[in-house]
């Protein structure tokens, strides 16, 4: 009987101190994330007020979500107007033609910063209609499987990004660049 409670005690006390005292990285064991929950996956958008044109769009890929990061240098603190959503199909903004984006569900991105300088007409952002992004490439992603650029359109840019199936989504507004994060799941 008494080799059984000291078995026991000895079991609980190797529990407790094993996961109190010992770092997950130091026992060897993976990181585990604490993703987020709640982002949803309806309508996101947000008022701008300037007109800064768009600079470079680049992604990322983190624990819980991929990221994709529309910049327009020199733009102020909720210059940006943007809006976000699922569709069944992107259609360019002004001809209406169909532009095919790869993965279970798209996402439409428009952003109030044109693809040119307002002022000149001179492009500022080297996307080409219907072509994947220039300098972006989501092999590998866990949620991102494809770009595309649609074009600008009266001022403001509409890009497609193609995700494995519909997941919640983020976006944040910040001075000069607009964040849109992708979950990895539900």
Not at 79 to 89: E, N
Not at 136 to 150: E, K, N
Not at 163 to 181: A, G, K, M, S, Y
């Amino acid at each position: 009987m008494r080799k059984n409670g000291v078995a026991v005690a000895l079991v609980l006390a190797t529990g407790v101190l094993g996961t109190t005292a010992v770092p997950a990285a130091a026992a060897g064991t993976a990181r585990t994330a604490a993703c987020p929950t709640g982002w949803g996956s309806g309508i996101k958008s947000g008022t701008g007020t300037g007109t800064a044109p768009l600079g470079n769009i680049t992604t990322g890929r983190h624990d819980c979500f991929d990221r994709m990061v529309l910049s327009a240098p020199g733009a102020g603190e909720k210059d940006i107007g943007y809006h976000v959503q699922y569709v069944r199909r992107l259609h360019q903004d002004g001809s209406g033609r169909y532009i095919p984006v790869g993965g279970g569900a798209v996402i439409e991105v428009r952003v109030g910063a044109p693809s040119y300088d307002p002022q000149t007409g001179s492009p500022t952002y080297p996307g080409r209609v219907a072509k994947p992004l220039p300098g972006v490439d989501v092999t590998g992603y866990r949620t991102f499987r494809d770009t595309r650029f649609a074009g600008s359109f009266e001022g403001d840019t509409q890009v497609g990004l193609g995700v494995r199936t519909r997941l919640p989504f983020r976006v944040t507004q910040l001075p000069d660049r607009i964040v849109v994060d992708v979950a990895h799941s539900w």
